[in-house]
C-alpha cells in the first residue's frame, strides 16, 4: 500500500521558517516526479513545488520562489520542502504527491499538514 504521510506544518510568525516533510512508502518513486500543492480555506488548492526524484531537477511556483527549497533524501525516501521568509499568505493545508513523470495527473496524495504564518 502507497502511502504518503506529510509531518512539519504548524504555527509560525511572520519571517519564520518551517521545514514539512513527506515519509513515502509501500513503493519506489524512482522515476516519478513529487510535488507539494497548498490549499487556503475557500481557496482551490496550488502548486507549491515539485521535484524529480532521479534527477532533482526542480521548479517552483512564482510566489515561492527563493523562499522555499524542495529537496529529497533517496535513503530516507523522504521528500521535504524548506519553507522561509514566511508569509500570512502561505497559511494553508499543505499536500504531497506524486504523479509518473510522463502523466499530468498526480496519482497518490498525503492527508496533508497545517501551516499557520501569523502577522
Known amino acids: 500500500q502507497v502511502q504518503l504521510v506529510e509531518s512539519g506544518g504548524g504555527l509560525v510568525q511572520a519571517g519564520g521558517s518551517l521545514r514539512l516533510s513527506c515519509a513515502t512508502s509501500?513503493?519506489?518513486?524512482?522515476?516519478?516526479?513529487m510535488g507539494w500543492f497548498r490549499q487556503a480555506p475557500g481557496q482551490e488548492r496550488e502548486f507549491v513545488a515539485r521535484?524529480?526524484?532521479?534527477?532533482?531537477?526542480?521548479y517552483y511556483a512564482d510566489s515561492v520562489k527563493g523562499r522555499f527549497t524542495i529537496t529529497r533524501d533517496n535513503a530516507k525516501n523522504t521528500v521535504y520542502l524548506q519553507m522561509n521568509s514566511l508569509k500570512p499568505e502561505d497559511t494553508a493545508l499543505y499536500f504531497c504527491?506524486?504523479?509518473?513523470?510522463?502523466?499530468?495527473?498526480?496519482?497518490?496524495w498525503g492527508q496533508g499538514t497545517q501551516v499557520t504564518v501569523s502577522s
Open positions: 509501500g513503493r519506489s518513486f524512482g522515476g516519478y516526479v
Open positions: 504527491a506524486a504523479r509518473f513523470v510522463v502523466s499530468t495527473r498526480y496519482d497518490y
Open positions: 521535484i524529480n526524484w532521479n534527477s532533482g531537477i526542480t
